[in-house]
Every structure is written in structure tokens, then in C-alpha cells.
């Protein structure tokens, strides 16, 4: 670019501008997941302690946000006709007037109520990133992905260990009300960052940075989405239903993990703190773990990143099963193993699908992605929950191996047909 560039424009200090609509985008997720699922599991104890709550109500009340899956198939007609943007900030508005309004309920339903309309706010967030991201990167499509993605567990490994402080010292009502706060100012920050740029092409360039001269006219994300009729006839059936299996079940193993993951080491013997702190932990690995599998998918082959997330799924459960209490060595390789997993599948999933079905079904093959996914959301908690509650820590690792194997598999039938697929580097 030449030297009379404006300020804000394209490239600013030799940064490409879809950068900072990254930034934006990971304080997004971290506001979203930080106070949306890992505040709620800090909050569980509390809640079922004072209202007599049972381990697998609180669990239905951490996964009752994933009900909303349905809302998600709406969303490729949404983004075709508003501004992906307003609908990222009108679901975090919702998430903090959720938590502004917590501190009101007084019965099981209110609350489940609640959480349905976060979940909401959570698929209006999570559905549009993929077409923001798409519209600003290619080559490097899966690193900014993994950046954004890796906002969810940076959520989880500042507000895990704040919220349980903010619990002892104020009060679950009075710990809703700052978080509420905190995402509002998030908006803020996530407004200034993104600037008034709606795409690379309204400042002249392409794609990833690319010269003015390689701008192309299909690279906004709505005008290369094909109608459902077209996408339905173009989608392969059986892959696509595999994939719905295989992310179903993964999802409701992870949030099993995720919501169920305090409660089963105070059952090892550890304390309330030690727990929260080995949820961070779980929080900070899957923030490395999308990292890490994303920088892997653009150079690397794919089937590579598939079977670190294998082996990743491997050691987290053997280590899960072998807990015994004080082994805190033991417990925090579980919870970096199982974290890894989470982070890293997630990002490793969305390119997988990206790339077996192509970019013109996006939308479409995303939902169906995003569908399954909130779905196993929605009840894993309950499921996980469940097992716990008959005192079977046994038969809940077993129940997640069941969960997890079709994912496992079909991740590396992916990735097979993804011929060793090395992105271009820029």
C-alpha cells in the first residue's frame, strides 16, 4: 500500500487490519464464555446449596443455554440479511442483561428461563464469527479462528478463579451484577477495535492483506452463500450426518467435563479452591490447544492435528481414571490433557468441515455443525451430572469414552480426506 494510506486503514504499522477485527472478536468470546459457562459453574455450588439443588439439576442449569440449538438454524437467513456485527453485540447485550437480571430468581425455572435466553445471545455470537472471519482471512483462516475460539477459554482462566473469589467475598447476586458490568465495557473495547471497516474490500485490499489487484468480488461471506435448495443438493448426505453424530457426542462429553469437573475432584479428595484452580487450568490448556491446533492446520496436514487431539483425548481420560486424592500432579495432567482436547478440537472440527464440504455451503454445513454442537451442549451437563449423582466415577470416564469414540474416528476419516492439505502460507 502507498504512503498516503489514511490512518485505520487496511494496514496500520504494517499489521493487516482483519487483525484487530480478530482482537475484537477474542475479547467477544472471552466475555461469552467467561461469564456464560464458566461463571455458571463456579455459581453452581452456591445456587444448589441454597436452594437445595441436586448435582444433575445444576448440571441441566450449565447446559439449559445449549437448549437454544435449534435457534441456530435460523441463522445462515439471518446473517444473509443483517450486519453479522449487530448481531455479535446484540448477543452480548443479552448475556448482560441476564446477569444483571440473576440476582431476581427464586425458583429452578426462572433460572432455566434465563439461561435458555443467554443461549440465545450465545448462538447469535458464536454463528456469526465464522462470517466475519471468512471475510477477512483465507490463507490464515484457521490461525484467526483458533484465536478467536481461544477467547472462550481465556473466559474460563481469568473468570473460573475470580468468580469462586467474588462468591466468598460478595456473594453469588453481587458477583452476577460486576460481571454484568464487565461485559458492558467489553462491548465498548470491541467497538473501538472493530473500527468502521465492514470489509477488506471497503478498504481496497483482498483477503489476509492481499494487493488491492487480488481483491475478489465473492469474498463477502453472504454473496458466495448459495440458497438451501442449492446447498441441500450439493452436500453430501452421509458424511454430513456422520458429522452430526460425531460432534453430538463430543459436545456432550465436553461440557460433561467442563460442568461436572469441580465435583468430581472434590470427590478425589480436593478442596473447593484446589478445584477452581484445576478448572483454570482446564481453561488455560484449551486456549493453548486452539492456538496451537490452529497454527498446526495452516502448516500442516490436517490428519497430523487430528491425531494430537487423539492422543491428547487419550491421556486426559487415562489420567481422569487414575486420580487418587493429593495426587495434584496427576489431576492437573488430566486437566491439561482434557482442556487441550476441548480448545484444539473445536478449531480443528470447523476447518475440517470448511474443507470437506467447501466455502459456498459454509453457512449451511457450519449450522449443521453449530446445531450439533449446541445440542450436546444442552444435555450433556444433565447426563454428566447424572452418573455423578449414583457415585460412578468409573462409569462416567466410560460414558465419555462412548461419547467421544465417533468424533475420534470420523475426525481422522476427515482429515484422510483432506489429502494432506497444507495451507498456503502468506
Known amino acids: 500500500m502507498n504512503q498516503s494510506q489514511p490512518v485505520g486503514g487496511p494496514i496500520s504499522g504494517g499489521v493487516y487490519y482483519g487483525w484487530r477485527i480478530v482482537a475484537a472478536l477474542f475479547l467477544t468470546t472471552t466475555a461469552l464464555f467467561g461469564v456464560a459457562l464458566y461463571a455458571f459453574i463456579m455459581f453452581s455450588a452456591p445456587l444448589a446449596e441454597e436452594f437445595g439443588w441436586s448435582a444433575s439439576q445444576t448440571g441441566s442449569i450449565v447446559s439449559a443455554m445449549w437448549v437454544a440449538a435449534p435457534f441456530a438454524l435460523s441463522m445462515p437467513f439471518l446473517l444473509q440479511r443483517i450486519e453479522p456485527w449487530r448481531l455479535v453485540l446484540a448477543g452480548l447485550c443479552i448475556q448482560a442483561l441476564a446477569l444483571l437480571s440473576l440476582g431476581a430468581i427464586g425458583a429452578f425455572w426462572q433460572l432455566y428461563g434465563l439461561r435458555l435466553l443467554m443461549g440465545v445471545g450465545k448462538v447469535l455470537i458464536m454463528a456469526s464469527i465464522p462470517a466475519i472471519v471468512g471475510r477477512w482471512f483465507d490463507t490464515r483462516f484457521s490461525t484467526a479462528v483458533a484465536i478467536v475460539w481461544a477467547g472462550s477459554s481465556a473466559g474460563g482462566l481469568a473468570l473460573a478463579p475470580a468468580t469462586e473469589a467474588l462468591n466468598a467475598m460478595l456473594g453469588w447476586r453481587n458477583a452476577s451484577l460486576i460481571l ?46 448459495v440458497p438451501l435448495r442449492h446447498a441441500l443438493r450439493s452436500i453430501p448426505l452421509l458424511p454430513a450426518a456422520a458429522m452430526i453424530v460425531a460432534v453430538l457426542g463430543a459436545s456432550m462429553a465436553a461440557i460433561a467435563i467442563l460442568s461436572q469437573q469441580p465435583t468430581v475432584l472434590e470427590k478425589a479428595g480436593f478442596s473447593s479452591a484446589s478445584a ?3 478448572v483454570a487450568t482446564t481453561a488455560g490448556a484449551a486456549f493453548a490447544g486452539s492456538l496451537v491446533i490452529g497454527w498446526m492446520l495452516d ?7 487430528s491425531g494430537v487431539i487423539v492422543l491428547a483425548l487419550l491421556l486426559g481420560f487415562g489420567s481422569y481414571a487414575l486420580i ?5 500432579v496427576l489431576a492437573a495432567a488430566a486437566a491439561v490433557a482434557t482442556g487441550f482436547m476441548i480448545g484444539g478440537g473445536e478449531v480443528l472440527w470447523i476447518t475440517l468441515v470448511k474443507r470437506r464440504f467447501g466455502d459456498r455451503v459454509f453457512a449451511w454445513t457450519y449450522g449443521g455443525f453449530y446445531l450439533a454442537l449446541q445440542a450436546g451442549y444442552a444435555t450433556g451437563g444433565f447426563l454428566g451430572g447424572l452418573s455423578l449423582d449414583q457415585g460412578a466415577n468409573p462409569g462416567f470416564l466410560s460414558a465419555l469414552s462412548i461419547m467421544y ?7 481422522i476419516v476427515f482429515a484422510l480426506s483432506d489429502s494432506g492439505r497444507v495451507s498456503r502460507s502468506t
Open 180 to 225: 454484568a458490568l464487565g461485559v458492558f465495557v467489553i462491548v465498548g473495547v470491541a467497538l473501538l477495535l472493530r473500527g468502521r471497516a465492514a470489509s477488506p474490500q471497503a478498504l481496497g485490499i483482498g483477503r489476509d492483506g492481499s494487493p488491492s489487484s487480488k481483491v475478489e468480488s465473492t469474498s463477502d461471506d453472504r454473496s458466495v452463500t
Open 276 to 278: 477452581a484452580g484445576l
Open 299 to 305: 502448516r500442516m496436514p490436517a490428519l497430523v492435528c
Open 324 to 328: 487418587q486424592p493429593g495426587q495434584y
Open 405 to 411: 469414540a465417533p468424533a475420534a474416528i470420523l475426525c
